[in-house]
């Protein structure tokens, strides 16, 4: 069988290029095999209510942030994945949560892609603790298991899953094989020791853990690193949590002597808050249960060639598309012959649809060369009729802005008669873009 190694897709016959992703020589040939299963004592089904769940109480990792993420704690038994881009900061984030859990209970790193002196310089450019964590440079996941089940590890860190192996298993290293081989022989063991499997894995452009998503339904937590690595943050991200909440959102600072947590959130994505620019807005998005208060910016300038470019980073590219045509012919504002960029603050990725106005907004008030009134902020999410539509949450969005001290919120207007009385902000509702554009501008 051929396999390809950045989506999966099967074939019996050896393609240059894969019809399904369209990427060019990546079907690998895999034999197939049986992955030797780990010995497990034999165990009866149980009365749910006979069940002991405390065995499964919270591990702290002793980052606050890293806790709230993982739903207040790692688990017993529980394999999180690690995924993000080269050099985002994987296994300096790992290395300091290993040394921080090797004061719990036994802790062993894996590291396949450096040696231990490497670790070690590591180690003491962080400043982490560096008398009870145990390193191994091993890429041979069976001679691991073999020192984690004689020296009862509790706590194990695998970096990176691209390049171990998995006994029993063919293929070679990073292939889709030896992939689902590695992750599968990890969760067997994870599940039958009781341990805590940390697992790093890479990301590919275009922001899949390599050997697509076959690892994430395979492990408990999937907790994305993501952001400019030049801009110095980093935000983790679980977009997976068997035993938590997903989209929740913790912010590092890259700084020399490692990854520092960020608590003031408003000072990265709220860069300019009292100055009020042209083509500048301020937006309130969701991630996870957290409401965050976020600036964005626009740019609308004159095409210099026949082709304009639009961009965005931090938006998606097709929501993106859909708000400049809903503004081209509910508001007849031609944008046909401008380049239009957009760029969200901090480095952050936004999926939340109630930014829609505030990015809409922003837009218009680059084009028109015009502020937003200052101290506002802006939610609704926008219907191809130019409609606002209701958002959800909107007394937990509007508790943060009030509590950042902005004195006026734009807000869709059937959300108007849910909101709390309580609220000192100007609090205002409209039922269209059209509406608010005739207000504000
Ligand atoms: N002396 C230093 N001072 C400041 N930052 C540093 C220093 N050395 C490394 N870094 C930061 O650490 C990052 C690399 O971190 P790390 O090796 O943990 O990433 P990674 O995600 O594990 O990478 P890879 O995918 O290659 O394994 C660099 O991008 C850089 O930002
Ligand atoms: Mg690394």
Redesign the pocket.
Same mark, same amino acid.
């Given at each position: 069988m051929y396999n390809c190694s950045d989506c999966g897709y099967k074939t019996i016959k050896w393609l240059g290029r894969c019809p399904s992703c369209e990427a060019w020589d990546t079907l690998i040939e895999e034999k197939k095999t049986s992955v030797t299963r780990i010995s497990r004592e034999k165990i009866a089904p149980k009365l749910l209510r006979e069940i002991d769940e405390i065995a499964c109480s919270r591990i702290s990792t002793q980052l606050d942030e890293l806790d709230r993420i993982l739903g207040g704690g790692l688990v017993k038994g529980e394999i999180v994945l690690v995924g993000?881009e080269? =050099? *985002? =900061?994987? +296994?300096?984030?790992l290395l300091d949560v290993a040394s921080k859990l090797s004061l719990a209970g036994k802790t062993l790193y894996v590291s396949a892609?450096e040696s231990p002196s490497q670790i070690a310089l590591r180690a003491k450019?962080l400043g982490v603790n560096q008398d009870s964590l145990f390193i191994l440079g091993e890429d041979d996941l069976g001679e691991a298991a073999n020192y984690i089940q004689d020296n009862d590890y509790e706590f194990v860190v695998i970096? +990176?899953v691209q390049v171990v192996r998995a006994p029993g298993c063919d293929g070679p290293k990073g292939s889709v094989s030896q992939i689902r081989g590695c992750a599968d022989y990890l969760t067997q063991l994870a599940k039958s020791l009781g341990i805590v499997v940390f697992l *790093?894995g890479?990301v590919t452009k275009d922001g899949a853990i390599a050997g697509p998503k076959l690892l994430e339904h395979i492990v408990d937590c999937v907790l994305y690193?993501e952001g400019e690595?030049s801009s110095g943050y980093r935000i983790l991200r679980a977009t997976k949590n068997r035993f938590g909440p997903t989209g929740n959102i913790a912010v590092f600072e890259?700084? +020399?002597t490692g990854l520092r947590q960020v608590k003031k959130l408003n000072d990265i994505f709220l860069p300019h808050k009292d100055s009020a620019l042209s083509g500048s807005c301020v937006v309130c998005a969701i991630e996870g249960l957290r409401p965050l208060l976020i600036e964005v910016q626009s740019l609308v300038t004159k095409a210099s060639f026949g082709v304009v470019r639009r961009r965005t980073l931090g938006f998606d590219f097709n929501r993106f598309s859909l708000l400049i045509a809903i503004i081209e012919k509910r508001l007849k504002l031609s944008l046909s012959n401008q380049d239009v960029f957009l760029n969200v603050a901090g480095g952050l990725k936004i999926s939340d649809p109630a930014v829609d106005l505030g990015m809409a907004l922003a837009v218009i008030s680059s084009a028109k060369e015009k502020q937003l009134p200052p101290s506002s902020v802006f939610i609704g999410e926008i219907g191809l009729a130019g409609e606002l539509r209701r958002v959800n949450n909107i007394n937990l969005r509007l508790k943060e802005i009030e509590r950042a001290d902005f004195s006026s919120c734009f807000i869709p207007e059937s959300n108007l008669k849910e909101v709390d009385k309580k609220f000192k902000l100007k609090i205002r509702g409209f039922s269209s873009l059209g509406d608010i554009v005739k207000e504000v501008f």
């Open positions: 993000g080269p =050099g *985002v =900061g994987k +296994s300096t984030l892609e450019r970096d +990176s *790093v890479h690193f690595i890259m700084v +020399s």
